[in-house]
Antibody
């Protein structure tokens, strides 16, 4: 059973960089063909896809966030990470990591429990 | 950019059928996935590739997709089905961006 767990600071100051890590257990992040995504949800609002990284290391980002987002993978630690720069209060949200199959148009079949990140001075 | 439109809320009596729609331009040409999210929990996949059910999801959950509308149908609704539901597609015309609908709050009366 694959499990995903987000970790990182719960509080980030405005203009700084938000950094989160998703640790994958129950399977190797580099085996099979999967996309590993970050998704966020402001309190009381809907889901917003941030971006994804493929097993090979290729990435796709939400155009609305692309200039501020970097997603990377560390296969030795079975982790992938999110960096979001120049954060503002609008970036306050619960951040989820999730897995999607490598096929065209695949669904998110496994999700982390989510971690709340607050942007405040 | 591709937009998915869901009704903010749907209400249904226990035992009845709930239908939650997801509108998008020619959405019938895309694969639609549906997620259930209860308060304080991560989303859970309930329908994938328009109409397939993951293991463990009751047969009461079904999906369809044609034209400009995809629909999640929940038959014999139970109190435990009360949750937010989100549809999701991939927009291959926009750097393969993931797109979620705005979500629908299902209330069981």
């Amino acid at each position: 059973q694959v499990q995903l767990q987000e970790s990182g600071p719960g509080l980030v100051k405005p203009s700084q960089t938000l950094s989160l890590t998703c640790t994958v257990s129950g399977g190797s992040i580099s085996s099979g063909s999967y996309y590993w995504s970050w998704i966020r949800q402001p309190a009381g609002k809907g889901l917003e896809w941030i971006g994804r990284i493929y097993t090979s290391g290729s990435t796709n980002y939400n155009p609305s966030l692309k200039s501020r987002v970097t997603i990377s993978v560390d296969t030795s630690k079975n982790q992938f990470s999110l960096k979001l720069s120049s954060v503002t209060a609008a970036d306050t949200a619960v951040y989820y990591c999730a897995r999607a199959g490598g096929g065209s148009g695949s669904s998110f079949d496994y999700w982390g429990q989510g971690t709340l990140v607050t942007v405040s001075s | 950019s591709y937009v998915l439109t869901q009704p903010p809320s749907v209400s249904v009596a226990p035992g009845k059928t709930a239908r939650i729609t997801c509108g998008g331009n020619n959405i019938g040409s895309k694969s639609v996935h549906w997620y259930q999210q209860k308060p304080g929990q991560a989303p859970v996949l309930v329908i994938y590739y328009d109409s397939d059910r993951p293991s463990g999801i009751p047969e009461r959950f079904s999906g369809s997709n044609s034209g400009n509308t995809a629909t999640l149908t929940i038959s014999r609704v139970e109190a435990g089905d009360e949750a937010d539901y989100y549809c999701q597609v991939w927009d291959s015309s926009s750097d393969h961006r993931g797109v979620f609908g705005g979500g629908t709050k299902l209330t069981v009366l």
